[in-house]
C-alpha cells in the first residue's frame, strides 16, 4: 500500500496532510513570478514575505479567487514546489483527496483534479469543504443526525446541513475572512485618504477588527499613502470605527445561514436547535463573529478546536474513504466523490 495524500488548495492557505503523519505543510496560497519571462520566483511564505513590496518586474500572484483556481499555470507550479518542500516528492503515485467549496462548476473542479493529477498522482477524490470542516471538527457526519456547519475561509463561506454522510441544505457564497480586509481598505480610504495594503488590512483586523461593540477601545496604526498628498502617512484607527463596517459583511453571512435553516426538514432543524452551529475555518476567528450569528439566529453557536485546519484534517480523515462503497448498509452516503 502506497502512502495518500489530502490537499487543501484554499483561498488564503495551501495545506498537505499527509497519512499517518499529520499536516506537513501550511502556507499561504501566493505566488511571485517575474513579469517578464513568468519564471517563478517564489511561492508560499517567501512569495507572501514579498506581497505589496515587489519591484515593477516581480509581482506576486494569488491564483486561487473565491476558492476557484484563477489561474492553472500559476497553481500547478505552486503545488509542485510545495510537494518538493514536504519531501513528498519520493512517494509514489498517492492517491489524493482535495476539498472544494459547494458552489464549483464542473469545469472548475476538472482544473483542481487536473493541477493535482499534474503532479503525478494516482487519482483524485473530492469532498465538499463542509463535509471536510465538519470531519475535522470531530462531528460524525454519517450518522442520521443534522449539524449545522459554517466554514469561513479567506474568500469563501460554506454553509451546510450534513446527515448520513451527505448536504441536505447549502449554501456557498464568495464572501470571506479577506472580505473583511477590504472593508478595511476601502473605509480608511474614504475616512483619511489613505490607501493601505492588504497584508497591512489584515494585521488591523486581527488587531482590532469586530463585529459586535467591542467592549474597549482599542487602537491600531496603518500606514499608507495619503490619496491628495502622494505622501507616506500614518494614521490611527480604532475598534469601534471599523466595528460598523465589519458588522455589514458579517450581516450578508447570517442571512444566508438563517435561509439554509428555513429550507433545512424540521427533523434536523431540531437536532440543530439541540446542538448548535459549529464554525470552522480562520475566518470564524473574528472577534464577534461566533456571537453575531448565535444573537441573529438565536441558537448557540461554537468555534471548533484549532478551526483553521479543521477542512485539511477532515479531508485527511476521509482518505480511509477512498475505494469504499457509495451507500453503506445503514444508508450513509461515502462523502467522497468517486476517483477522477
Ligand atoms: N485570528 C484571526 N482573526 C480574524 N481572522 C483571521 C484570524 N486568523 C485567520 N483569519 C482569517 O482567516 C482567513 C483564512 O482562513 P482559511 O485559512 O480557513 O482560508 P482558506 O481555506 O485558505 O480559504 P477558502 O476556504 O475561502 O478557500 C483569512 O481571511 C484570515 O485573515
Ligand atoms: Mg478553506
Redesign the pocket.
Known sequence: MGVDIAI?L????TRIYIAGKGKLLDEP?VVTINLDNDDIIAVGSDSYKMMGRTSERLSTMEP?S??VISDFYLVENMIKIQFGKARIGKIVKPRVVACI?GDITDVEKRAVVNSILSIGVRNVSLIE?SKAAAIGAGLDIRSAHGRLIM???????DIAVLSLGDISVSRSMKI???S??EEIIKYVRRKYNLVIGKVTA?KA??EI?AVVKPDEEKKYTVKGRNTVTGLPQAVEITNTEVYEELREVALTITAQVQDVLEEAPPELVSDIYKDGIVL????S???GLDKLISEQVKIDVHIADN??DC?INGCGFALKYIGQEEIDENGSVNPLSMPY
Not at 466554514?151 to 463561506?157: F, K, W
Not at 470552522?280 to 475566518?283: D, I, L, Q
Open positions: 487543501d484554499g483561498t488564503s492557505n496560497s486561487i473565491g476558492g467549496p469543504a466554514d469561513i475561509g479567506g474568500g469563501t463561506t470571506g475572512g479577506n473583511f480586509d489584515q483586523k486581527f477588527g470552522t475555518g480562520g475566518g476567528l473574528l472577534y478551526p483553521s477542512v
